[in-house]
């Protein structure tokens, strides 16, 4: 073999280990711990669906659970693979942060205009 193609060849190995490491063994990890958490869904967890819609599980079954979503005890069937994470997703931002940032943001009083004197003509 011409020692330009093996390195060549041995140049194009290493940068197909480097994608699996970087990209494609992650992505399958990400992916089973996303099916573990479905998986383990029970009844009374408060979960978050990747439409965003919060609500409380009130029954499992093999591929669908069914959510209360308020308190006048509106009832939706999901499929498993709707959920994003279980808990309430926040912002950004904890409560505590959010009320400084509102209190730094809040306008100081401006003082009292002075109404405009008529003018004669």
């Known amino acids: ?24 063994r992650p992505e399958n990890k990400r992916k089973k711990k996303a099916q573990e ?9 408060v979960i978050t669906t990747i ?10 079954n093999k591929d669908t659970i069914v959510i209360e979503t308020s308190e006048d005890r509106v009832r939706m069937e999901l499929t498993k693979w709707a959920v994003s994470t279980t808990g309430v997703q926040s912002g950004e ?14 306008p100081a009083e401006l003082p009292a205009e002075e109404p405009a004197a008529d003018e004669e003509k």
């Open 37 to 45: 958490m479905r998986d383990s869904l029970k009844k009374g967890d």
């Open 51 to 60: 439409g965003g819609i919060v609500g409380k599980i009130v029954s499992v």
């Open 93 to 106: 931002q904890p409560e505590e942060q959010k009320k400084d940032k509102k209190e730094e943001e809040a």
């Open 1 to 24: 073999m011409d020692p330009n193609m093996t390195s060549t060849l041995m140049m194009i190995v290493v940068l197909f280990v480097i994608m699996y490491f970087l990209m494609i």
